[in-house]
């Protein structure tokens, strides 16, 4: 089995910056992908970036390349999660998730383990 336990959200005014972690334990070995996703109230959960673990590369939502930065610490097996420039529209419960497939259809999907997620909330 694998855990994976995010933190550092938190409040931050538009413009500000936030880094989110994402911590595995258990079973962590293989792992394909590992990606972010956020969940804003009334709106459907979205892909914001992932890692992938085998090829290697990132990829971002259009809504966030730019402004934010994935990136690994393998010793820590911890996933890091750096926003810049933050807006208004980024507040969200940000969730951090692994698999260890490759996605039938889209690199967003097919995800079996998640973490409890974060809160990020911009505004003034």
């Known amino acids: 089995q694998l855990q994976l336990v995010e933190s550092g959200g938190g409040s931050v005014q538009p413009g500000g910056s936030l880094k989110l972690s994402c911590v595995a334990s258990?079973?962590?070995?293989?792992?394909?992908?590992v990606g972010w996703f956020r969940q804003a109230p009334g709106k459907r959960r979205e892909g914001v970036a992932m890692?992938?673990?085998?090829?290697?590369?990132?990829d971002y939502s259009g809504l966030v390349k730019g402004r934010f930065t994935i990136s690994r610490e393998n010793a820590k097996n911890t996933v890091y999660l750096q926003m810049n420039s933050l807006r208004p529209e980024d507040t969200a419960i940000y969730y951090c998730?692994?698999?260890?497939?490759?996605?039938?259809?889209?690199?967003?999907?097919?995800?079996?383990?998640w973490g409890q997620g974060t809160q990020v909330t911009v505004s003034s």
């Open positions: 890692l992938f673990s085998g090829i290697g590369g990132a």
């Open positions: 258990g079973v962590t070995s293989r792992l394909n992908r």
């Open positions: 998730a692994a698999a260890r497939t490759t996605p039938t259809s889209s690199i967003w999907e097919d995800f079996p383990y």
